[in-house]
């Protein structure tokens, strides 16, 4: 059996700079003849694609929870494509993955509900802001849908300030492309994270998506080939699935 080829999955808040890094990523490795292909979340063409397109782009309203399962039923219609290219060799780079599914889904809040607690010492109370209320949709249950996917050997997570990914270019145009839910949606990932590490589903891997374009591409370089060489034993090994 040929080796099989590595999955890579690029995170991080709106705006981190993951697009621009998976182009230059797939452009390096098929220079580098290594066998590979470039996915991405939401696939926006497909059918169920078409559906969130324009729930993100603020023309269709859909239940919270419903959405939440559309984005994850996005990447089921491609999850056997996905190992079949694995197993077939080729190196897999995705845009995004289930992790984005659950740090946008359990950082909503409800902007009518009750706030947690905005009380300060003084007793005066201050204006309530997405961080004090209440998650709309358990961690838990946002994590459900996805169990069982084909898991990133490698995720690397392009971390950003969310004031900074603000200044940037084409911000703002979207559902969720605000300061108040990306903070939440930047915890939620720190969250995440340890998760992925505990479970050991693959490593997770913070990067500078605040360094210059060319630093970051090296920084993407290097932990590529390291995962192409199959870790510390060399051995990729058979596909894993998410949270097993
Ligand atoms: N997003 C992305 C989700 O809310 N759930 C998901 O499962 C995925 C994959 O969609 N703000 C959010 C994150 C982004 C938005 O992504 C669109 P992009 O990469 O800007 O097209
Ligand atoms: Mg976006």
Known sequence: MSKRGAFVVIEGLDRSGKSTQAATLIKRLQESNVPSKLIKFPDRTTPIGKLIDSYLRSETELDDHAIHLLFSANRWE????????????????????????IAFSASKVDPSSKPVDTSTSDGSSVAPTHST?????????????????????????????????????????????????????RELFSRIAEEVEAEGVGRWVVLD???????????????????????DDGELGSVKRLWD
Do not use: M
């Not at 069982?148 to 492309?177: C, K, V």
């Not at 998506?209 to 870790?231: D, S, T, Y």
């Open 133 to 185: 209320r209440p998650p709309l949709l358990p961690y838990s249950w946002c994590r459900a849908p996805d169990v069982s996917l084909p898991a990133p050997d490698l995720t690397l997570f392009l971390d950003i300030l969310p004031h900074i990914a603000s200044q940037r270019a084409g911000y703002g145009g979207e559902r969720y492309e605000n300061q108040e839910h990306q903070e939440r949606v």
């Open 78 to 101: 491609v999850a056997s494509s996905i190992v079949k290219d694995l197993e077939n060799g080729t190196t897999v780079i995705c845009d995004r993955y289930a992790f984005s599914g």
């Open 209 to 231: 998506g605040g360094l210059e374009l060319k630093e970051v591409e090296e920084a993407i370089w290097r932990e590529v080939k390291e995962a192409l060489r199959g870790g």
